[in-house]
């Protein structure tokens, strides 16, 4: 896992998710339930954090991709709730924040499978529970894995959006091609943006990463092993119980 693996994603991410917000009401709930100050773990562009921040949230974004974050403090300066966000370039494993009395901590967007071994993931975990206040929450949202879903799509290149970038003048095609290693538990991903340039030429950029999916009771025994104790699994952000059709795997834990 590097830097440069999410930098290029940057030109993209906000349009690539711009119909995603299924998961910010729930979000913004539990961070007003929990209190100030709200940490987020892979910010990105600022999406979640921008989201609470506009909730009244005081909010610490970590993100080890440069370029994400330069995304998100052009948005920022442009917002009425500068001064409640404050931006963090540094790895979700090891950093070590100025505060760690954080009363809400969450890891939304499958960013807790970026860290590809159980090991990498632990430490992740573990040092979430290390800025948490006693009696702070944990939130983690991460794909269910289908595999009727992953079997069926296992290497084909499907085409997954297509959008027009006004800012850029270009049309975006998105494809996307998925192979899984199942006694691994990794699904290594291609992501392929084809951008069609004003003049006719069209440019490629692609973009690989791997993710690590997790089972339910292991993404808890995880947990547990960091010091939490599990609350709430959900399937969904209306709450729903977890079951094998659930399309996401939420964990609620208290430190």
Known sequence: MDAQTFDRFAP????DYRH?????????DLAQECGDPVLELGCGTGRVAMALAAAGCQVTGVDLSPALLAVARRKLADSP???????????????????QDFAFACCVSNTLMHF?????????????HRHLRSGGRLFLAL???DVRRLTEVNGLMELADRWEDEEA????????????????????????????????SVRRTACPFT??????????????????????V??????????????????LAQK
Not at 12 to 15: A, G, K, L
Request: aromatic content about 12%.
């Open 12 to 15: 993209f991410y906000d349009q």
């Open 20 to 28: 995603y917000d299924e998961d910010l009401p729930l979000l913004v």
């Open 81 to 99: 709730f500068a001064g409640q966000v404050q931006l963090v370039q540094d790895d979700l494993r090891h950093c070590t924040l100025e505060r």
């Open 116 to 128: 590809t071994t159980p090991e990498s993931q632990m430490d992740v975990l573990r040092n979430a």
């Open 143 to 145: 794909f269910n894995p």
């Open 169 to 200: 003048g270009t049309s975006v095609i998105k494809w996307s091609v998925r192979t899984v290693d199942w006694a691994a538990q990794l699904q290594d991903t291609l992501f392929i943006y084809e951008e069609l340039l004003a003049d006719g």
């Open 211 to 232: 993710l690590r999916f997790l089972w339910q009771h292991e993404a808890e025994l995880m947990l547990q092993a960091a010091g939490f104790q599990v609350e709430a």
């Open 234 to 251: 959900w399937g969904d952000y209306e709450c729903s119980p977890y079951d094998d059709q659930a399309e996401s795997l939420l964990l």
